[in-house]
């Protein structure tokens, strides 16, 4: 049976066999616990983390010290999000995002919410991407924290972070940045853009799912965090919880080989994505989501007028591993919140589609899923 041509590389990636060999021994032989400081089991599994924790800081310009190891971005959003707001009661209870985050930051703050801080939501302009002046004139005094993406998951977009982080830096606040779509793909320097907190995963990327990293400057400024996981006082107290040596090698591994091919994937990928949009726009009313140019090289989200969402749907569904312009909360459809926020109608939100190419992706994929949405674009819009 023929699968479908994965086309989902937003949701996750398929794990690549170079991390998974590295991750191996760290199953069976080297299973120690990085925590057991008595025997050579412990050593060598906290060896390896070392290693890993140095490779992932190198990656992004930091030091080992400022890389605490969590089960993924959602738990490193989380950690940076609540952990700030808590430690910064004496300053203020402010805080500044986007309306096109993922939820594993817009949740955590409307948690905080609840608690009785107050959230700035900024708007995006058409093209996905942060005005500048906007963020600048909701900064206030007592804003503790400024939460934005470096690429969205949906549309793609690259948001303008260095420009982001010196303007938090002129005002004395930690800038946040959800870097899980962006890890491999864009270069992210922590110390070049103004970084104070990054979160990372590793599944994005092609390696484990479950394991990830939040950064956390200690250098001007020192960040305070309370932690929001309590127990043995793992990674400097900031999260407990036994480390998982095959997973931390495994997503070093995959950070580390995403960076030495990054910039000729890259291109790859762009022209595989110009590829396919160009093969459609012939058929007219294709709307392309997001800055043309400003955007992850895997990332394709468009809007194609004229056909119904569930029908596109059914029609692509058979051939390719792809994701529509809604999302299923609590077993309800909605239309895409980032859709939405760029400005398109609920009905052309619905018929979109974010198409995720990888390392898997080949030209003859390309093709074929290029030939087949023609087709049935054509032929369900001949039907209406
Ligand atoms: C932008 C963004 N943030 C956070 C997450 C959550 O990451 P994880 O699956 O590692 O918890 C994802 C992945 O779905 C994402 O795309």
Known sequence: MHRPIYLDCHATTPLDPLVLAAMLPYFTESFGNPASNTHSYGWEAAAAVEQSRAAIAQAIHADPSEIIFTSGATEANNLAIKGVAEASLAKGRHLVTVVTEHSAVLDPCRYLETLGFEVTRLPVQGDGLLELAQLEAALREDTVLVSVMAANNEIGVVQAIAQIGALCRQR???????????????????EAMNISLMSLTAHKVYGPKGIGALYVSRRNPRVQL?????????????????????????????????????????????????????????????????????RLPGNLNLSIEGVEGQALLLALQPAMAISSGSACTSAKIEPSHVLRAIGRSEALAYASIRFGLGRTTTPAQIDIVADHLYRSIKALRSRA
């Open 172 to 190: 004395h606040i930690l800038f946040h940045t959800d870097a899980a779509q962006a890890i491999g793909k864009i270069p992210l320097d922590v």
């Open 226 to 294: 309370v932690p929001q996981l309590h127990g043995g006082g793992h990674e400097r107290g900031m999260r407990s919880g036994t480390l998982y040596p095959p997973q931390i090698v495994g997503f070093a591994r995959a950070v580390t080989l995403a960076l030495a091919h990054r910039a000729e994937e890259a291109e790859r990928l762009v022209a595989l994505r110009d590829r396919l949009y160009n093969h459609l726009t012939p058929l007219g009313g294709i709307l392309l989501n997001g800055h043309p140019t400003q």
